[in-house]
């Protein structure tokens, strides 16, 4: 389940840190919690399609291990993104 073009672009947008941002992790989090909101409204509505259950726990590592990078080199962005996207530690 992929997110529209427009709406990724527009992500990027609110969360990059300079004009030609569209890689840094706090761009790849918010990209990625969009994409597995987007995941969980469908897996509440399909309760079988496992290979999207799958797919949702691939993105909540890599969002995970983005996180935690973040936290061990760059502290003061890290709580800003839990702030920014809601997240809990």
């Known amino acids: 389940m992929a997110i529209k073009r427009s709406t990724k672009r527009t992500i990027i947008t ?7 941002d569209t890689g840094s ?3 790849q989090i918010a990209i ?3 994409e597995i909101a987007l995941l969980t409204k469908h897996l509440q ?9 799958r797919g949702l726990l691939g993105k909540v590592a890599q969002r995970r ?5 973040l936290r061990m080199n760059k502290p003061e962005e890290y709580q ?4 920014k996207h809601g997240l809990k530690k």
């Open 14 to 20: 609110k969360n990059r840190l300079h004009a030609k």
């Open 25 to 27: 992790p706090q761009v």
């Open 32 to 34: 990625l919690t969009k």
């Open 45 to 53: 509505e399909h309760k079988k399609d496992h290979s999207a259950r």
């Open 65 to 69: 291990k983005l996180l935690m990078y």
């Open 80 to 83: 800003d993104v839990l702030e």
